[in-house]
């Protein structure tokens, strides 16, 4: 079935550095990949998406390339602000299987000043 | 426009009493979701609705009841309430098509001691 593999937080980084939080996944078809973020307190909302592959998302400074060769929609950030904190999520959409998305477990992301 | 709204926002319970969490949706979608979100568990599906008169069960369904009332409205009931629901509460809606986004309401937070 379909799934996505995203790597175990916490990841603590400190303003200004370089942002990179992996993402792969496995599914039939021709998937939607997404990134959400969820700020403390909140529901999650889009950040970025990709719908075919080659695809770049992004949106507020974050990046993600849709990757088929290597199933891969890796999330990256050129320099982190400490209001980019939250927890971070790959989901993917697909036409085939059960239900329509998929999330992977999160990664928090803690920034210091 | 409102988006996906919840009520309630935080509920605290006495093992097996019983409640109703609602959400709306004013986005004129098809599919309404359920999900429940654990420490380091990520999202976990419970129930959806694919379109207004169906309901499905997600990965995590024992213990609670579901109710599309409407095109806008999908209610989640938890008959008996059990310490391991203990849990924050996401209503979701995704457009029609695979590269949709999904919309999330604020949560619910519920404790039940």
Redesign the interface.
Known sequence: GNSVTQMEGPVTLSEEAFLTINCTYTATGYPSLFWYVQYPGEGLQLLLKATKADDKGSNKGFEATYRKETTSFHLEKGSVQVSDSAVYFCALNSNTGGFKTIFGAGTRLFVKA | NAG?TQTPKFQVLKTGQSMTLQCAQDMNHN?M?WYRQDP????R?IY?SASEGTT?K?EVPNGYNVSRLNKREFSLRLESAAPSQTSVY?C?S?GLA?????Y????TRLTVL
Request: glycine share 26%.
């Open positions: 996906v599919s979701y380091g568990m990520g999202l599906l959806y499905d997600g996401f979701a995704p695979v590269g949709d986004t999904q999330f309401g604020p949560g």
